[in-house]
């Protein structure tokens, strides 16, 4: 749906790292887009579920994909915003993408069909679940936002956080909002959050493969939410039972 997350892609230096530590961590393929040897579609029982890209510069970093009509235009209207434009490339036969900084420096993608609609399965075991951006100044974020795809917001119940907020557009769920606590030593960003079957079986083969922990608890009714780094650095966040 227009305005809301798609997918999710992991731009990583080392793809065929990036592939295994996938591959052994959740049991996900990757295939090579045709025409390019830098873009690959991630599966989980051949279904794609999120998108690797390769990079020279920078850090591996894992930016969930909004979809919109015209990438061209959501950017122009984001930059009068206050965002600013990290990079765009165009996957022949996939979408045209685009990286936005958000005034606050976390990073969202932005994903025009060309004809590809994102991923095929989500909410499922080895695939995307839910977005959240950890934001410093909830009240710009809320605006930014609701300015740029239309979101509406409201506070809701999430223990253990004081105070959750959740994205909307029209009736549907599109976010999260969370805000940084002053002992967290975190900066804004976008979390993708992935199902998996077990939180702790998963963390335990992370870090067997290279990865690590970064904190793991337990959220009434959700199960167990852990965030770790993957072999490259990528950040995520995974849930599970799910």
């Not at 749906?1 to 990583?12: D, I, K, Q």
């Not at 390769?54 to 970093?61: F, M, S, V």
């Not at 852990?226 to 650095?233: N, R």
Request: proline share 5%; hydrophobic share 40%; charged share 15%.
């Amino acid at each position: 749906m227009e305005g809301s997350f798609c997918t999710a892609v992991l731009y990583a230096r080392d793809m065929d790292r990036a592939t295994a530590f996938y591959g052994q961590l959740v049991g996900w393929t990757a295939e090579d887009v045709p025409g390019t040897h830098s873009h690959r579609l991630l599966q989980s029982g051949g279904k794609i579920v999120a998108s690797l890209h390769q990079i020279i510069h920078g850090h591996d970093i894992w930016v969930p994909q909004v979809s919109v009509s015209n990438v061209h235009g959501a950017v122009a209207d984001a930059q009068t915003l206050g965002a600013t434009l990290q990079g765009s490339i165009e996957i022949p036969g996939v979408a045209k993408l685009a990286t936005l900084c958000d005034p606050e420096g976390a990073l969202l993608g932005l994903w025009e069909p060309a004809p590809h609609q994102g991923a095929q399965l989500t909410d499922e075991a080895g695939s995307l679940w839910w977005t959240e951006v950890l934001s410093n100044d909830v009240a710009r974020a809320r605006d930014f936002y609701g300015r740029l795809f239309g979101w509406t917001s409201a506070d809701t119940s999430f223990e253990p956080f004081a105070t959750y907020g959740v994205f909307r557009r029209g009736d549907v769920q599109v976010a999260g909002l969370l805000p940084i606590g002053r002992d967290w030593d975190v900066s804004p960003r976008w979390n993708a959050i992935f199902a998996v079957a077990d939180c702790d079986a998963t963390l335990e083969r992370a870090d067997a493969l290279g990865g690590s922990t970064m904190f793991v608890h337990t959220v009434p009714k959700y199960g167990r939410i852990g965030s770790l780094a993957d072999s490259g650095g990528a950040t995520f966040v995974i849930r599970g039972p799910s």
